[in-house]
């Protein structure tokens, strides 16, 4: 049977359409193991309504469905691990926790890193985290996994730097803690409403990407406003600033250490 040409053009204009799903069929992890999958969302205020966001989750060794709650950590990746999923997906693992999880890394916690849009992506804003996205996520993540919502962490490099400040001035009082590496923000429409929130921020002295200033900025900003933001600054160290802010048990004994409100574990 013959296919008209307008027909051939539908089929392949759907074709190219990111998949979008109603309603997720669950996530099944494996404890001690990093998977590729993906979460059905709704979004807040945000085109399309409806998305399917691929991620890579990891989950403790000693994981259990009905047993004690564990912390979470949401990483967010820099511009370069951007991406449409499948395979795709695997970009995500090149730096942060999710590498060092890739690798054979246990950790203590639920680790959820997300795949940002690539820029002009179809029907989405690519290139940047959207709040509007990630707290449906989060929604998600906790509904479906045995998470500790007084221990939920936010981390991100570069441009997932940038999401965190973004991120967590959107809901100041669903993190535990947020750590962003060689990041920024608008310090005079956020600061105020962060202060209250645990930061921890990392920059090479040296970056020519995202100039220091960035995070010297807004943590000036939050403590101004009566916070107790942290700044860490790497001397004669350039973009990458996160290895081995990563690579240090301390980052993660502190981070660890807090719930949310404020109190040490």
């Known amino acids: 049977m013959a296919i008209s040409r307008r027909a051939l053009v539908m089929t392949l204009v759907i074709a190219t359409i990111p998949a979008v799903l109603a309603a997720g069929e669950g996530l099944t992890p494996k404890p001690g193991e990093q998977i590729e999958t993906s979460v059905a969302i709704e979004t807040s205020d945000a085109t399309p309504k409806n998305v399917d966001v691929p991620l890579m989750l ?16 949401i990483f967010l990746h820099g511009l370069g691990e951007s991406g449409a999923g499948g395979d795709e997906l695997k970009r995500v693992a090149k730096h942060g926790p999710p590498k060092q999880a890739a690798e054979g890394k246990h950790f203590p916690f639920v680790l959820v890193s997300p795949q940002c849009p690539k820029p ?11 709040p509007e996205v990630l707290l449906p996520l989060v929604d998600q993540i906790e509904e479906e996994l045995n998470v500790d919502a007084d221990r939920i962490y936010l981390t991100g490099l570069s441009m997932g730097g940038f999401g965190s400040w973004r991120v967590v001035a959107a809901a100041p009082d669903r993190f535990a803690a947020v750590v962003p590496i060689c ?19 990392f920059h090479g002295e040296a970056d020519n990407v995202v100039p220091v200033a960035g995070s010297r900025t807004m943590v000036d900003a939050v403590n101004k406003a009566g916070g107790n933001a942290r700044l860490t600054i790497y001397p004669e160290v350039g973009h990458d600033s996160w290895t081995q802010t990563y690579d240090n048990p301390m980052f993660y004994d502190w981070l660890l250490g807090l719930k949310r409100g404020g109190a040490s574990e």
């Open 58 to 73: 990891y989950t403790p060794k000693d994981y259990k469905a009905d047993s004690d709650a564990v912390p979470l950590v």
């Open 120 to 130: 002009g992506s179809f029907g989405q804003v690519g290139g940047a985290w959207r």
């Open 183 to 201: 990041g920024g923000g608008n310090p005079s429409s956020i600061a105020s409403e962060i202060a209250a929130t645990p930061i921890w921020a």
